[in-house]
């Protein structure tokens, strides 16, 4: 069985855009420890860093208004939701965006 019936034509924009082989996909996974393409990207892969962004996101939320505005946790936390419901509504600034109002 070949694993290219596995991965579609947009999943290479990663092997590409990071330069590495993909010839390994073409053959049996059991064999594919002995292949230079599976060690190169597995070498490359292992070396990225993950990112929750949405933990990321909530971190410079709290940053950005902690203390700015008030002091009392209570009050802070209000603030926090209500900001977050805003750039859920309103992820971007552009006028196509603000007029659509839900």
């Known amino acids: ?5 596995f991965y579609i034509p947009r999943s290479m924009k ?3 855009m990071m330069d ?3 010839d390994f996909l073409d053959v049996d ?4 420890h002995d292949r230079d393409g599976n060690k190169q990207a597995k070498e490359a892969l292992q070396s990225l860093r993950v990112v929750n962004d949405q933990a990321m996101h909530g971190f ?3 940053q950005e208004y902690s203390g700015l505005l008030t ?5 802070l936390q209000f603030l926090l939701q209500v900001v977050e419901k805003h750039r859920r509504l309103y992820p971007d600034s552009r ?8």
């Open 29 to 32: 996974p059991d064999v594919w």
């Open 14 to 16: 990663l092997f590409q």
């Open 95 to 102: 006028k196509q965006t603000l007029t659509n109002v839900p």
């Open 20 to 22: 590495l082989l993909h």
């Open 60 to 62: 410079a939320l709290i």
């Open 1 to 5: 069985m070949l694993m290219k019936y």
């Open 71 to 75: 002091k009392h946790e209570t009050q």
